[in-house]
């Protein structure tokens, strides 16, 4: 068997001897574990529930004497809760400790506890509720309870006691049985390991005395033979290994031999050259390229001819010291010689004419680094291992304020940080106390930030070198930190005011609902400026910005310090009232900002402008219980108080929420509507006065809700333009309307009315061209109606929005004349076709309170200015004859006929164009 099979085999038998060792321990520790787990289920716990009744027991005595001291009914009926409470858990531990006693007489026991219990209970309980108990029975009975329950415990312990002495017997015994089993493993184990030593130990000794034969150079010496396992193969392969030495050292000879033949060719082949001089400064060997450097004769000398082998080279040629030396022909040679033994020298000639040029060009290269480095907007610093000076640059010196010549190369880093406290850098501080800083440095990478005596910050970064050394960038972040500081307040502040933002005020009510139960309610008061806009509009957006910080300014005049004032955005505001006990703190907030606030303004340039207040208060928590609820509650209330009355505040009230969640369901139904364009566009004819026919139509929009039926225009195009959908709402109309007039009759018209956030989108010519181009309608049969609202924002861009459809051949319309105050100049200053004069006159034409004078001048400065005017609202034959005799160019109205689909726009075209009609007979 080999020594591999053998020891397998030994190692198996020990490992199945440890094995059996350990299982046999391990099922001895489990039954031991198994045992410490019954004693403490059957004993301890027995114990522990008898003790628990016996306690539980004892406060039953004593909730009796209390229920015997209470006067107040529900303290009585409080004290019987807990002592049927406590029965059933005395009850209850009593069969607990039953269950784990296992045995018949601890249940004998527990069965005379419930017996003297149950008496006990009789006699706190009389028959009639009006006697008491008899006091002395109850105590002897509670005696014999108390006994009952004592030998109840005192058994418990007995059997735990007795269970623990049968538990001690089974461990001693197991404790022997391992005892007994480990020694009987020892046994076996020491026999294997002496039965393996004896077959492994001789064939090894012999391997080792051959071992030290051959070592000692006797390569000579037989090696004895082995057997057929890895002993015997040593011995065998030391053998060979004997052998393969003796040839190895034959041919190290011969290799010797031919080294010195290659010597003499190595010298030759060698760059450098090579000169041999003796004690007495003759030249015994040279080489080739020696002969080159010093003017010998290469063709002299050779192998077996010493007195050659110096290659004609005069030894007074041959430097007699270590340097440099520049020959005749301008090339350098670097000199080294080195003693030899027999106190000769060798001399080891190096070309060293290109090292010397590239060593200029290092010079030249670290004159530019050296501007490269002054140049920096950094400073820096190169510290060598020892922390010392190397590199330095002038930006360095300029963070510091350090003049010129104060800082030397070589200098420690104490030095040098000494240099910038004398400057002032540190007031207060010493080297000693910023040397941690210098240290910290020596890290692999670190970055730190000094503060300047002069108010200026330091990024200091520090890398340490492969070599140990350190350098450090210092970059002069003052400014940056400026910007960052600004960032920093702008991310929770408004740029125009300085109030805090929308940001920082969530902050501020969500630490407020945090400590309402401490510090008491809060209210948030939103405000808006009624007429802001009209301002901004007639000023510009500068005067417009004075205008909302004059009223944050006022605003915080108003508001105490403990109080919030921020800036939503345009001209929301609100204010985070604190300490707020009732809702009349608010109204006299709230009185004293519309009264504040709503002053006159005297602004840049002489302009003076005064603005409305009205406000929407949320109380918390009652009003929501997030922040966010919170907004939503004083906006809802800020709606209603416009709606009402401008100019005064409202409180939150629960119904505003019903119809805000209304309004939201409308928003999301009107979304839905846009993706499914589930509208209708309807048209209204338009009369023309010249030829007594219908010259157009005007395209309306109409919806109908699936559930609510007909949506108001009034009330859906608001909610439009307020979500953001009247754009796209807009150019699906237009496209609709085009492509249905494309099939009228070609000398009919369609108007499609323009809102001020679609004229506002430089795109609204190329949707208009878009529309003209895919239903393939004349640009002049378009008509575009827009309101004086478009043209308020800004006029240089809707003047040229307002060619670009005229370069389309659309003709555009001012619609509802003469309900806004700068009407006349925009007639003057856009180039509109037609004039739509409001119904609101139209109304009350045929009345006495000068709507028709008013309708006569808007006709005559139509035809002076040679537009078309239309009138809006007619629906009386006495209205349709005034605007005749009045001049008027077309009529629009009732009269003629209501909004109707595109499929009776043909029903309308015939009854009006098939024949003209007479005045008698238009209803």
């Excluded at 192998?303 to 041959?318: C, D, H, M, N, T």
């Excluded at 890290?443 to 350098?471: C, F, M, N, P």
């Excluded at 006299?588 to 009205?614: D, F, M, N, W």
């Excluded at 809102?755 to 061209?769: E, G, K, R």
Aim: aromatic fraction near 6%; charge should be negative; proline fraction near 4%.
């Amino acid at each position: 068997m080999t020594i591999r099979g053998r020891i397998f085999v030994a190692f198996l038998a020990m490992s199945a001897i440890t094995g059996g060792l350990g299982l046999f321990t391990n099922i001895s520790i489990r039954e031991t574990g198994d045992l410490a787990e019954r004693t403490y289920d059957k004993s301890l716990m027995a114990i522990n529930y008898a003790r628990a009744a016996a306690a539980d027991f004892a406060e039953m005595q004593a909730a009796v004497a209390y229920r015997a001291l209470a006067r107040d009914d529900a303290e009585i009926a409080r004290l019987d809760a807990v002592l049927d409470q406590l029965g059933a858990q005395v009850s209850e531990d009593l069969g607990v400790a039953v269950e784990r006693s296992h045995t018949a007489r601890s249940a004998a026991a527990a069965e005379r506890v419930r017996t003297r219990l149950s008496e006990w209970q009789a006699l706190r309980r009389p028959e009639s509720a009006e006697a008491a108990p008899d006091w002395a029975a109850l105590d002897r009975a509670a005696g014999r309870v108390r006994e009952e329950l004592q030998t109840l415990v005192d058994q418990t312990a007995g059997d735990g006691f007795t269970y623990r002495q049968s538990v001690r017997r089974v461990v001693a015994y197991e404790l022997q049985a391992g005892a007994l089993a480990a020694s009987l493993a020892v046994i076996l184990s020491a026999l294997v390991a002496w039965l393996l030593a004896r077959r492994i130990i001789g064939p090894v000794a012999a391997a080792s005395a051959a071992a030290e034969r051959i070592a000692e150079g006797h390569l000579d010496d037989p090696i004895p033979q082995g057997g057929r396992d890895e002993m015997g193969a040593l011995l065998r392969a030391m053998s060979a290994m004997r052998d393969n030495i003796r040839t190895s050292m034959e041919q190290e000879v011969a290799r010797r031999r031919s080294a010195q033949a290659l010597l003499g060719e190595a010298l030759e082949s060698l760059r450098e050259g090579v000169v041999v001089l003796d004690a007495n400064g003759a030249v015994i060997l040279a080489n080739a390229r020696a002969a080159t450097f010093l003017g010998g004769t290469e063709a002299e000398g050779g192998p077996g001819k010493p007195r050659k082998a110096s290659r004609g080279i005069e030894p007074s040629r041959v430097p007699t010291e270590d340097g440099e030396v520049r020959l005749p022909d301008g090339s350098w040679l670097r000199i080294s010689r080195t003693p030899t033994r027999a106190g000769g020298h060798v001399a080891i000639l190096t070309d060293v004419t290109e090292f010397k040029e590239q060593n200029e060009r290092f010079k030249a290269a670290n004159v530019t680094l050296d501007a490269a480095l002054d140049n920096m907007s950094q400073g820096l610093c190169l510290y060598d291992a020892d922390y010392r000076l190397r590199v330095v640059n002038r930006r360095y010196g300029e963070i510091y304020n350090l003049p010129p010549g104060t800082l030397r190369l070589g200098m420690r880093a104490e030095d040098v940080l000494q240099c910038c406290v004398d400057a002032g850098n540190h007031p207060g501080q010493t080297v000693v106390s910023l040397l941690p800083d210098a240290s910290s440095q020596g890290a692999e990478t670190s970055t730190s930030i000094q503060h300047l005596g002069d108010g200026r910050v330091v990024a200091i970064e520090s890398r340490k070198l492969s070599d140990g050394g350190l350098v450090a960038t210092y970059e002069d972040i003052t400014e940056r930190r400026h910007a960052e500081a600004k960032v920093a307040f702008l991310a929770g502040h408004d740029a125009l005011t300085n109030l805090p933002n929308r940001t920082m005020l969530a902050e501020r009510i969500e630490q407020a609902l945090s400590q309402v139960a401490r510090e008491g309610g809060f209210a948030l008061l939103q405000i808006d400026l009624d007429g802001f806009k009209r301002v901004n509009d007639a000023f510009g957006p500068a005067v417009g910005d004075e205008l909302i910080c004059a009223a944050g300014n006022r605003l915080q005049a108003c508001a105490r310090e403990i109080d919030t004032v921020a800036r939503l955005g345009a001209d929301e505001f609100v204010v985070l009232q604190q300490g707020v006990e009732r809702p009349e703190d608010c109204g006299v907030l709230a009185k004293r900002i519309i009264e504040v606030l709503g002053a006159p303004y005297s602004l840049s340039q002489g302009r003076c402008a005064s603005v409305g207040i009205t406000l929407g208060i949320s109380l918390a928590p009652g009003d929501g219980p997030s922040g966010e609820r919170l907004l939503k509650s004083a906006a809802v209330a800020l709606d209603r108080a416009k709606a009402e009355s401008r100019g005064s505040f409202r409180f939150f009230e629960a119904d505003m929420d019903a119809r805000l969640h209304e309004r939201r369901r409308l928003e999301q139904d009107l979304r839905d509507a846009v993706e499914a364009e589930a509208f209708e566009v309807h048209y209204q004819p338009i009369y023309d006065f010249g030829t007594e026919r219908i010259g157009g139509f005007e395209a309306l929009l109409r919806w109908t809700h699936p559930e609510r039926g007909r949506v108001s225009p009034a009330e859906f195009i608001p909610l439009a333009e307020e979500i953001g959908l009247i754009a796209r709402l807009g150019e699906w109309v237009l496209r609709q309307a085009c492509a249905e007039a494309a099939g009228w009759p070609d000398d009919l018209k369609i108007a499609v009315n323009v809102s001020a956030v679609q004229f506002s989108s430089a795109t609204l010519p190329t949707a208009v061209h878009e529309a003209l181009a895919r239903s393939g309608l004349p640009g002049h049969r378009l008509e575009l109606e827009i309101t004086e609202s478009v043209l308020v924002a800004n006029p240089r861009a809707t003047t040229e929005i307002l060619h670009g459809l005229k370069r389309l051949g659309v003709r555009v319309s001012m619609d509802d004349f003469g309900t806004g105050y700068s009407s006349l100049s925009y007639l003057r200053s856009f180039p509109f076709d037609k004039i739509k004069i409001d119904q609101a006159f139209v109304r009350d034409l045929c009345e006495t309170d000068g709507s028709g004078f008013i309708v006569r001048a808007v006709i005559g400065l139509g035809a002076s200015l040679g537009m078309t005017t239309t009138a809006e609202g007619v629906e009386t034959r006495e209205q349709l004859e005034r605007l005749r005799d009045e001049g008027c160019d077309e009529a629009q109205g009732y009269l003629f006929s209501p909004p109707v689909p595109a499929q009776a726009v043909p029903g309308i075209l015939e009854r009006w164009n098939g024949s003209v009609p007479l005045l008698r007979d238009v209803a």
